[in-house]
């Protein structure tokens, strides 16, 4: 079975700095883009960065210049390093991979909150 796991998470004060990591394990192929996404109570989850295997990056407006996306592809793992964080990037942050096993289906992590706050 697939999983996906994030960590890294927490409570960081504005203008701080903080590291997200995300895991993939299980039985596959190939783990295709992976992609960071964020959600705040109430409002639609949205895209914050991707990567590709190629390692072609995109990021979300918001993250551009504080946000680096990066992937160690040997061992199935991604990161997003933050940096200048605000209070508005508070939010549920989720892993998310396009995966082979037979078929490429979208696999999810279970999230890591993110608490920017004095």
């Known amino acids: 079975q697939v999983q996906l796991v994030e960590s890294g998470g927490g409570l960081v004060q504005p203008g701080g700095s903080l590291t997200l990591s995300c895991a993939a394990s299980?039985?596959?192929?190939?783990?295709?883009?992976m992609f960071w996404y964020r959600q705040v109570p109430g409002k639609v989850r949205e895209l914050v960065a991707s990567?590709?295997?190629?390692?072609?990056?995109n990021y979300a407006d918001s993250a551009k210049g504080r946000f680096t996306i990066s992937r160690d592809s040997a061992k199935n793992t991604m990161s997003l390093q933050m940096t200048s964080l605000r209070p508005e990037d508070t939010a549920v942050y989720y892993c998310?991979?396009?995966?082979?096993?037979?078929?490429?289906?979208?696999?999810w992590g279970q999230g890591t909150q993110v608490t920017v706050s004095l």
């Open positions: 998310n991979a396009l995966i082979t096993v037979i078929r490429t289906n979208e696999y």
């Open positions: 299980g039985t596959f192929s190939s783990v295709n883009t």
């Open positions: 990567i590709r295997r190629d390692g072609t990056t």
